[in-house]
Structures are given as C-alpha cells and as structure tokens.
C-alpha cells in the first residue's frame, strides 16, 4: 500500500474521527488548537486537506502545502527511519508526493461526486462546514 491507499483508507475507515476532528476544529472555542500526528503529514494531512477544501482553498494550493510537510521532518528523519525498521514499513511512508495526495482526493470525486458530498457522507455537513468557515474565515 502506498500512501494513496493509506488515505483513502482514513477516508473510508476512519470516517467518525474524521468528522469528530473536523468538528472539533469548527468550535471556535476550542482556539487555539494544536493538531497532529505522529509525523505530523499523513492523518493531519488528510484532516487539513478537507479544512482547507472546505475554506475555499484551490485543489492545487492544497496539495502544494501537503507536499511542502516532508520539509519539516529533516531534523526527525533519522530516527523514524530507525522507527520503520523496527515496524517493517518502506521509507515511502516519510514522503509526501503531492501525487498521492492528489489521487486520494480524486478517488473522493469519482466514489462520491464530490468532496463536499463526502463530508456529507460522514457527518460533517453544510451548517458543519459553514461554522469552520465562520471560525476561520474574515468577514
């Protein structure tokens, strides 16, 4: 599995903590927030990627930021590689080739229609995503 399949995995196994994430980072009472993960590019990648889409953000402006997250693991490197021997995993996992991103976010399009249908799908809907942009975005 590359990191295509990984994220279309959080999208379809994942989908309550997605929406519970999402939700979380829609309350503007929950400001300021720290969110991540282990390093910090995958799940909250996934995660940015849908607030990011939700705020009006280009498709092209997110997978530009997605693929710009590897640059901030170079002091972290040697020791996740040390990390991914010990778990058997390839070193693809520390990468992040805005292609992956890219076709993740199709597979949205051509399984859902749209990404804001997917949202939909897991709960996070229109009133949902018109609080995140409320939250973050100026009047």
Do not use: W
């Not at 997250?69 to 040390?82: A, F, P, Y």
């Not at 992040?96 to 076709?103: A, D, I, K, V």
């Amino acid at each position: 599995m590359k990191l295509k399949g990984l994220y279309i995995h959080f999208f379809e196994n994942c989908q309550d903590s997605l929406r519970e994430s999402l939700k979380i980072i829609a309350n503007p009472n929950n400001l300021p927030l720290l969110l991540h993960c282990t390093q910090g590019k995958d799940r909250t990648g996934v995660i940015i990627a849908l607030v990011l889409h939700i705020l009006g953000v280009p498709e092209e402006e997110i997978i530009s930021d997605f693929s710009i997250s590897r640059e901030g693991l170079e002091n972290e490197i040697v020791q996740m590689k040390k990390e991914l021997d010990q778990v058997g995993m390839e070193y693809f996992f520390l990468e992040s080739p805005p292609g992956e991103l890219r076709e993740s976010l199709l597979y949205l399009l051509q399984k859902y229609g749209s990404i804001d249908n997917y949202l939909d799908h897991i709960g996070f809907g229109e009133s949902d995503r018109n609080e995140l942009r409320n939250t973050f975005l100026m009047k």
